[in-house]
């Protein structure tokens, strides 16, 4: 006896219609992490050379590495499990600036830790994954290029706050003007087609 009312909340792969606990699970282990980030990297950057701020900077690069592999699992996951189709929008350009915000994102998740990690090489300082393991400098010491390589990573994170602020003013915009199920389907503990079946 399996009516609707018992199917599990929320299917472990992405269905037509929703996201499933999968691809939210790294959605959101992913926002969490990269908040943590923005408040680690901004606090290690105002803080004058001291033990603290290596141990700070320290966490931060741990965790961009991680971010790193998280999307790249991600990414494969969504090989394996393609996202719902997206639902109509009243206009082929929000479509396309959906799908390129969207392929953004995902660059700067995978490139950011890549920039931070050459900044890091050119700064002389060695990396390592929670001391665990040490990464290999990827580039000779060279006070220009990390001059530079910061100013790229800063300038990468500000896109990135950029995004994502343009990011949920449009899942906010579906969910309250549109009244459709974009933000729904990404949610736990929401039943997917809840609108479709009992329209308001
Ligand atoms: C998605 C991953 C990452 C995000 C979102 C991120 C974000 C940030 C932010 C917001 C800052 C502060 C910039 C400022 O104060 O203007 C910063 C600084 C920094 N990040 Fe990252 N970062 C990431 C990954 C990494 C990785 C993997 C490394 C190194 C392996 C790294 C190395 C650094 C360094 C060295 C600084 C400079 C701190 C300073 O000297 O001022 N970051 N990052
Ligand atoms: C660091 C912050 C965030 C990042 C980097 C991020 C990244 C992403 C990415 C890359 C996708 C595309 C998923 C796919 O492959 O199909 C996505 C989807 C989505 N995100 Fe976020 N997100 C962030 C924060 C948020 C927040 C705070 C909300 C809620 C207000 C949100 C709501 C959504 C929704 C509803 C979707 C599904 C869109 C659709 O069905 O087409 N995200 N997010």
Same mark, same amino acid.
């Given at each position: 006896m399996h009516g609707p009312s018992q199917q599990p909340l929320i299917p472990l792969a992405n269905t037509p219609t929703r996201y499933g606990i999968v691809a939210q699970t790294f959605h959101w282990v992913i926002v969490a992490l990269v908040m943590l980030q923005f408040v680690l990297g901004i606090w290690a950057?105002?803080?004058?050379?001291?033990?603290?701020? @290596?141990? #700070?900077? $320290?966490?931060?690069?741990?965790?961009? =590495? !991680?971010? =790193?592999?998280?999307?790249?699992?991600?990414?494969? &996951?969504? +090989?394996?499990? /393609? /996202?719902?189709?997206? /639902?109509p929008v009243p206009h082929p350009v #929000?479509?396309? !600036? $959906?799908? @390129?915000?969207?392929?953004? %994102?995902?660059a700067l998740?995978?490139?950011? /830790?890549?920039?931070? &990690? +050459? %900044? *890091?090489?050119?700064?002389?300082?060695t990396v390592s994954w929670f001391g665990l393991f040490s990464l290999p400098n990827l580039v000779?010491?060279?006070?220009? @290029?990390?001059?530079?390589? +910061? =100013? !790229?990573?800063?300038?990468?994170?500000?896109? %990135?706050? !950029? +995004?994502?602020?343009?990011?949920? *003013?449009?899942? %906010?915009?579906?969910?309250?003007i549109l009244r459709d199920e974009v933000l729904l389907r990404m949610l736990p503990f929401t039943r997917s087609g809840d609108r479709t079946r009992n329209p308001p």
């Open positions: 950057h105002a803080l004058p050379i001291s033990l603290e701020r @290596l141990i #700070l900077l $320290a966490r931060h690069k741990s965790i961009g =590495f !991680t971010i =790193f592999g998280l999307v790249v699992l991600r990414l494969g &996951w969504r +090989l394996y499990s /393609p /996202p719902p189709p997206q /639902p #929000l479509r396309m !600036t $959906a799908r @390129l915000s969207h392929i953004l %994102l995902y998740l995978l490139s950011m /830790p890549v920039i931070g &990690w +050459l %900044l *890091s090489s050119a700064s002389n300082l000779r010491p060279d006070r220009r @290029l990390a001059h530079w390589l +910061l =100013f !790229t990573h800063q300038s990468m994170a500000w896109l %990135l706050l !950029t +995004l994502v602020i343009l990011h949920i *003013s449009a899942a %906010l915009w579906h969910h309250i």
